[in-house]
């Protein structure tokens, strides 16, 4: 699509050797030639054919869908992706594919769980590309469709397939997961699966540190539900050869690093050392990797192993087989006693020789002769043949590609085993791994298959592509039929037909033993000399050369026959098939042919090739989505953006073979309105006459006189080239726009010079007239300033005169006067004391006279209270009297408790006395034995100090023999108290040994004393059992006595029993009144029988009278004085029948599942509104009563308190019969009373607590469900004609239709007034706005962060005047009900504040995050600031230098995965507590209330009237 006309001041795009392609302005055209200015500065001539056109009004972020490129060629392409790239947009689409650029460091932003929940459900490219959104339109299509699908995942090495891979798992695995009390045992095996496969087919090449050596298919099965049922992984053309050969600096396969850190016993247990010693790992010197422990990798190897279903036994037999692998490396061979023969080198060689042998649990010598000799089988005999040093080491490294092959199957083999196939599976869901295209320096026998698959991926992917083309073009109902298919199918011919083929060549060649690479390679010189696809290079003898899609690539043939083979040695299968281990042996089973010495030939490319068509095969039967992996540099460092790679990238990844199909079509496609918007300058009338935006579209076309475009129904379609020619008439109607506009604004500038100009000769005439006048006005004022001084002279001398004499009269007077007004002050002082002495002596007889009065009455209130004391003393003591023979077993048990309770005491002090004794005495002796060794010491060290003194002395001074040397008495004198000494000691230790004797004899006593203590506190406790058992049968027969009693009143006065008496609801009866009322006590078995009686029937009434009020409040029953009636009834109900202080009762489990069933209807939020008005009511009144608080709440005494302390009790809790009926009527007016609360009141409490708590969430989930389509609808603009849009593109903010945000306000508004009919405490619709609030602020906000048309200046106008409606309703509905809600849209409202700013190119980023939106993380601004464009006044967004400052920020933070995130969370929590509902209602009254009027004619419930 390149420049067909092109003109002066244009912008282009030519080739540039260093970076691709470079931009640049057109200075000159001369015919078909043009210079070009480039923006590095440099002028380049280039021909019009060579240079493409550039879009200057493309958004400086890019677009994050290629399609809608407005060119779309190679430098369109590639800056788009740079754009982005800068931005941290690593994903973007081109259609239905996915190019996703690895950033080489961690975004734990882009793959939360959080991030995952909004691509569910969401249509492709409705949000930001990415691979979850890929994911998710591959299962909804196979969910809707019920058509399998599949996902092909390809680049080249390092550029991030095998993570996009895993997101792409990850993604499947949670939508098509069970749930966890279901199992995850499918998806996890899946996911667990990765980390295995890469320790045992990834490996660090040049590109790439973890680069997947094979190919890799995976199958998620699903059933009819969408839930994954199985799964399968297939593998393609392992890297065998990297086994024996690594080149430099690439590494291994991971296992072998891995083992090699493996913890001390298995190192010792498989005879491991350093990498460095093993010859198949230091061929390399790249050992280590950074950011990758492999002793770590190791162990997280074998906990994925654990998940996938490989035990510990077969864990053990894979690495020992790895083990053994690196073992055989180290075998060298040097030559045998025999001619050219060979044998082990040395004793090391011997020393890994025997290691193997273990290992494979094989015979030595068995293994030295499979890798040194060769037995040839004929028709009569078998020939062993010797093999020289060079062919015995390539026998051993054929057996270690073997093994490490064999291995490799086996283990995807288990793993698909353990994950387990559905065979009934309806879907599936394929996502495909595969390497991409390659062309290194040297290209064997895997870049020539991996380039064929390649080849074949490429001819799908084509295909594909020119399919969506024909769908989307008949979508648009526009003609298509002469468009023309690119396909590769003379390279595949080439590489695979048969026969004829390269690989049907090379399998020829490989089955004659004599063919060698030089005849392989003439056999396809002389085979292909004609064809287009393929060559010779020159000065080259064997290599050939195949011109790819992608390029062309140079092959060398030297070991394109030996990888091609694929054959097991006889003599390596028969030894490993006998190894006495067996999963050695599982690994290399016995074949039917090998017993009939009748194999066929097998090669590796025909079987890859086979393997190619069963997966095209599969491919054919799924929809195809696509994602094409890129790698930015090859340094694999973060922010390096090489636009030669990338290109070649795109070339070889097909992305520009889709562009190309694109081209041959209708490349450029833009929606009418856009269209117009562009376009419209070409014809203004067209689109100011028309309201149709199809009917100007083909007016404008047709006034601009192009041919072969295509209108269909929402875009129109234009050929290649005729965007640019569109661009070209665009660009020359603006320029002549643009020279009328010079030419007015010159005209106007010198007009205004002119009357500048004329303006100041008029100015200079006045200043010239005016210095004229001031010269004449000047002497003028001289003449009268002389007078004025005169007369001012004069003046001021006579005043002066005159204020002299004035001071000194005043000073006279001021004297005088101040002498007569301190005489008045001192007269007055005298006054005032005289006045305050008469005031405190008449107070002081004042209180004399109080004090007497109140010390008399005091005297007097205190003897009539005396009096009253000691009546009621008496009336007490006639009372305890009466207590009987039982006080005094109690009292005979308590002064038995007491006394062992003493002695126990006593115990206790004499052992705690003898202790500290004995401790004190022990101390003494220490102390004092310390003294005397510290004595001893010191005098052992002055003797010693002495003797050597007078040593030193003798050996200076010579004396005569005859003199003594020694002084005799001190030596007598140290030698006595030395002696004195040794018997002090002597004596200590005795008496030391003698207390110790004391101590123990004391310790066994103290021991015998504890015992007998410890007896006596069991003693005392079940005696306190006895006194507990006692005082419950006091309790029964108190309770029995009452009975009896109201029997034998009732039936004396000849009337029936009554209904259940007051004071016995729910089998309840109070122990005060059998003290008060006597009577006879009928024999025990009456009384039980009695008893059972009565009890049976009340348990029968209550249950009915529970019923009855459960069928009442069921329904219902209104509101009185704003209360709910139903809540009142049954906490009235349960006050009433003493439920809160029941030990045991079924009434609250029948009022919780009648309010559990009475909101199963979860979306009437009326119905829902009632309960939570009742519910919340009743929770309220209860936690009102189970309260402790207040000076008339006593608290029950406990049961075990002493004998004396509960009498008391009982005396205190009897009162006079004045008190009692007192009580009774302050109770009876309370309608809300504290009581003492059993266990299940307490739990009812807490159920009733969390059905409150339920039913507001279900009240707020249905308003965000209610309001959840109308957010999906009110973050974007609805797009009006574009005519008139053109006409009034300012007032697009103000007269945007508002229906959708008013919706919201009408739910908002009906939900608030069903709230307020049902009379909802105020406090719980605050929380339901403020967290509804809450909901729309992250859903609008979220909205705008993923979505690139939302951050434009008319959707923030949009989005502001709907924020307006919001504020408006919060301002009408006050802060009673909407509490904090207009503050919890901080966030949307700060975005679209600064969306709809004016000059952002002028604004810091200190100004941004200071004071426009200081609440938004640097994350979510540089979000904003990357994705704004002005679709109304074509404004820039912040400058450069503050996304500079931003992208240092981030960089600084993107370890931290919490503040990388910049997507918000939604709050469901409960934002309430039992006590802010408490608080908010103790204002309400309840005195006045009326219960229900159902239950007002049961006589059962007369208490409640």
């Known amino acids: 699509m390149a420049c067909t006309t092109v003109s002066v001041g244009s912008s282009v795009w030519v080739e540039d050797p260093e970076i691709a392609w470079i931009d640049g302005e057109v200075i000159e055209v001369k015919g078909n030639d043009i210079k070009v200015k480039c923006s590095s500065g440099k002028t380049v001539a280039v021909q019009v054919s060579d240079a493409y056109p550039k879009d200057v009004e493309a958004p400086a972020s890019g677009v994050d869908d290629m399609t809608r490129l407005a060119y779309l060629h190679e430098p369109g392409v590639l800056e788009n992706m740079k754009s982005r790239f800068d931005i941290n947009e690593i994903y973007t689409y081109t259609g239905n594919i996915l190019i996703a650029v690895n950033p080489f460091r961690r975004l734990p932003h882009l793959y939360t769980n959080h991030m995952m929940q909004q691509y569910k459900g969401a249509a492709l490219g409705e949000l930001s590309p990415h691979p979850f959104a890929v994911a998710d339109a591959a299962y909804r ?49 899946v996911l667990e699966s990765n980390p295995v496969l890469e320790a045992f087919g990834n490996a660090k090449t040049v590109r790439n540190n973890n680069s997947s050596r094979f190919g890799k298919f995976v199958e998620i099965q699903f059933d009819e539900r969408g839930r994954i049922s199985g799964a399968a992984i297939r593998t393609y053309l392992l890297e065998r050869s990297r086994v024996c050969q690594v080149s430099d600096p690439e590494r291994n396969y991971h296992c072998f690093y891995m083992l090699c850190a493996a913890p001390p016993e298995d190192i010792k247990k498989w005879k491991l050392a350093d990498p460095r010693t093993f010859h198949y790992l230091n061929q390399s010197q790249c050992i280590d990797l950074e950011r990758m422990d492999d002793s770590k990798e190791y162990h997280e190897t074998r906990k994925a192993m654990d998940v996938v279903g490989i035990n510990s036994e077969e864990q053990e037999a894979i690495f020992r087989v790895v083990a053994a ?139 594909h592509v020119f399919k969506m083309e024909q769908d989307e073009y008949n979508k648009e109902e526009i003609d298509w039929s002469y468009i023309e298919f690119v396909d590769n199918k003379d390279i595949l011919e080439l590489i695979e037909k048969k026969p004829g083929g390269i690989i049907a060549l090379l399998d020829e060649a490989c089955m004659f033993p004599r063919s060698t690479h030089e005849t392989f390679a003439q056999k396809m010189y002389q085979t292909f000399k004609d064809h287009k696809h393929f060559s010779k290079p020159k000065l080259a003898r064997t290599d050939f050369t195949i011109c790819h899609y992608a390029g062309d690539v140079t092959y060398q043939t030297e070991q394109f026959l030996e990888k091609n083979k694929d054959y097991v040695v006889a003599e390596h299968q028969a030894l490993l098939n006998a190894s006495k281990c067996t999963f050695v042996s599982c690994l290399f089973p016995l074949l039917a042919e090998d017993s009939n010495k009748k194999s066929k030939f097998s090669s590796i490319g025909s079987r890859f090739k086979q393997q190619l068509v069963t997966l095209l095969e599969t491919l054919s039967t799924t929809e195809p989505h696509y994602i094409r992996c890129v790698k930015p540099n090859n340094l694999l460092k973060p922010l390096i953006f090489e636009n030669q790679n990338v290109l070649q990238q795109l070339r070889c990844g097909g992305v520009m073979e889709a562009i190309r199909i694109s081209c041959a079509g209708f490349p450029t496609r833009k929606q009418f309105e856009e269209f117009l918007e562009r376009f419209s300058v070409l014809a203004p009338e067209v689109s100011d006459n028309s309201s149709d935006d199809v009917a100007a579209c083909k007016k404008l ?35 002549r726009a643009a020279i009328s506009i010079q030419r007015k604004f010159r005209s106007y500038l010198f007009r205004k010079n002119l009357m500048m100009l004329r303006k100041a000769a008029v100015n200079m005439q006045a200043v010239c007239r005016g210095q004229l006048s001031r010269h004449i006005f000047d002497g003028l004022r001289r003449e009268a300033a002389v007078l004025e001084i005169q007369r001012d002279i004069r003046m001021h001398l006579a005043r002066k005169s005159y204020n002299e004499l004035y001071f000194a009269a005043v000073s006279i007077q001021s004297a005088i006067r101040g002498m007569v007004s301190r005489d008045e002050l001192r007269f007055q002082r005298q006054s005032k004391a005289a006045i305050m002495i008469q005031s405190h002596c008449r107070k002081f007889l004042a209180q004399l006279h109080y004090r007497r009065l109140k010390k008399a009455a005091v005297t007097t209130q205190s003897a009539w209270r005396a009096r009253l004391a000691r009546k009621e003393l008496r009336m007490l003591k006639t009372a305890a009297k009466e207590t009987g023979a039982l006080q005094a077993a109690k009292n005979k048990l308590e002064k038995q408790v007491e006394e062992l309770t003493w002695r126990l005491q006593l115990e206790k ?251 199963k209807d979860d979306d009437d939020n009326e119905h829902l509104a009632y309960w939570l008005s009742n519910t919340s009511t009743l929770l309220f009144m209860i936690q009102q009563s189970l309260k402790p608080g207040g000076a008339t709440q006593q608290r029950k005494p406990p049961v075990s308190t002493s004998l004396f302390g509960r009498m008391a009790m009982g005396f205190r809790s009897a009162p006079s019969s004045a008190e009692t009926s007192a009580a009774a009527a302050a109770a009876a007016a309370a309608v809300i009373r504290p009581v003492e609360a059993k266990d299940p009141a307490s739990l009812f409490k807490q159920q009733l607590t969390a059905y409150v708590e339920k039913i507001f969430g279900m009240v707020r989930d249905n308003l965000k469900n209610e309001l959840q389509t109308l957010l999906s609808l009110c973050i974007q603009a609805p797009r009006t004609s574009t005519g008139r849009s053109l006409r009034s593109a300012k007032s ?57 048309e939302c951050c434009t200046f008319s959707n923030g106008e949009y989005v502001k005047s ?106 469901s929590s409960i934002p309430f507590t039992t006590e802010d509902l408490s608080s908010s209602m103790q204002d309400k009254d309840f005195a006045e209330m009326k219960p229900a009027e159902e239950l007002e004619e049961n006589p059962a419930f007369s208490f409640l009237l």
């Open 701 to 735: 076309l047709e006034k601009v006189g192009l041919e072969g475009y295509q209108i269909g129904k929402t875009k129109v379609f234009l050929r290649a080239g005729q965007m640019a020619d569109l661009d070209a008439r665009r660009n020359e109607v603006l320029g």
């Open 325 to 463: 692998i690196l073992h055989l490396g180290n075998i060298e061979f040097g030559k045998g006693k025999e001619a050219d023969s060979s044998a082990p080198k040395d004793e090391k060689s011997n020393y890994h020789l025997k290691t193997a042998a273990e290992l494979f649990m094989c015979d030595e010598q068995a293994l030295e002769d499979s890798l040194c000799k060769r037995v040839i089988v004929t028709r009569d005999e078998s020939i062993t043949k010797w093999l020289d040093p060079e062919s015995a080491a390539l026998s051993r490294d054929a057996l270690a590609k073997t093994v490490y092959s064999r291995l490799f199957d086996w283990i995807v083999n288990k793993i698909n085993n353990s994950i387990g196939q559905d065979p009934d599976s309806k879907y599936l869901i394929g996502v495909l791994d595969i390497y991409g295209f390659e062309s290194f320096k040297t290209n064997s026998f895997e870049q020539f298959c991996i380039n064929l698959t390649n080849e074949k991926l490429q001819q799908h992917f084509n295909q």
């Open 141 to 189: 299509q196979m969910i809707n469709q019920g058509i399998s699908q599949s996902i092909l995942v390809s680049g080249e090495s390092g550029a991030g397939k095998t993570e996009t891979t895993k997101l792409l798992m990850q993604y499947l695995a949670d939508m098509g997961g069970r749930a966890v009390s279901e199992g995850r045992s499918v998806e996890k095996k």
């Open 909 to 1159: 002090r004499m052992r705690t006395d003898m202790e500290e004794s004995k401790t004190q005495e022990n101390a003494k002796l220490r102390s004092s034995l310390d003294e005397l060794q510290l004595q001893f010491k010191e005098t052992k060290a002055s003797l010693i100090k002495e003797m050597e003194a007078a040593k030193k002395t003798a050996e200076i001074v010579p004396v005569l023999q005859e003199v003594p040397v020694v002084d005799t008495e001190l030596v007598e004198k140290l030698t006595s108290e030395n002696e004195s000494l040794k018997t002090m000691v002597s004596s200590l230790d005795q008496k030391i040994e003698e207390t110790e004797e004391k101590f123990e004899k004391t310790r066994k006593l103290s021991e015998e004393r504890h015992k007998q203590a410890v007896e006596a506190e069991t003693t005392i406790v079940n005696l306190k059992k006895a006194v507990h058992e006692l005082q419950e049968k006091i309790l029964d027969v108190e309770s029995e006595n009452q009975i009896l009693r109201q029997k034998s009143l009732l039936y004396t006065s000849g009337q029936l029993p009554p209904t259940p008496a007051k004071n016995s609801q729910n089998g309840h009866f109070s122990s005060k009144e059998s003290l008060i009322n006597g009577a006879e006590v009928e024999t025990p078995a009456r009384t039980q029988e009695s008893d059972a009686k009565a009890r049976s029937l009340q348990k029968e009434r209550q249950h009915e009278n529970v019923g009855a009020l459960i069928n009442c409040v069921t329904k219902n029953i209104g509101f009185n004085q704003g209360k709910p009636v139903a809540a009142f009834t049954i906490y009235k109900c349960l006050l009433h029948w003493k439920s809160f202080e029941a030990e045991r009762t079924n009434v609250f489990d029948r009022l919780v599942q009648m309010i559990g069933s009475a909101i």
């Open 1292 to 1348: 697009l903010g103000k007269d945007s239709p508002l229906e959708h945000w008013k919706g919201i306000i009408d739910g908002l508004y009906a939900l608030l007034n069903t709230l307020k009919e049902n009379f909802v405490p105020p406090v719980l619709i605050q929380k339901i706005f403020t967290q509804t609030f809450s909901f729309i602020n992250v859903q609008l906000f979220n909205s705008l962060l993923l979505r690139r």
């Open 1362 to 1467: 709907g924020l307006t409606l919001l504020e408006e309703w919060c301002a009408e509905t006050k802060e009673e009900y909407a509490g904090s809600s207009w503050d919890e849209l901080k966030h949307i409202r700060q975005a679209v504040g600064f969306l709809v700013i004016h000059k952002k190119y002028r604004i810091s980023y200190d100004d941004i995050a200071l004071d426009l939106c200081p609440i938004l993380s640097v994350q979510q601004l540089y979000r904003i600031c990357t994705l704004y464009w002005d679709d109304s006044y074509n404004t820039r967004s912040v400058s450069q230098d503050v996304i500079s400052s931003m992208r240092v920020l981030m960089i600084e933070d993107s370890n931290d995965a919490d503040s990388s995130a910049f997507l918000l969370d939604e709050d």
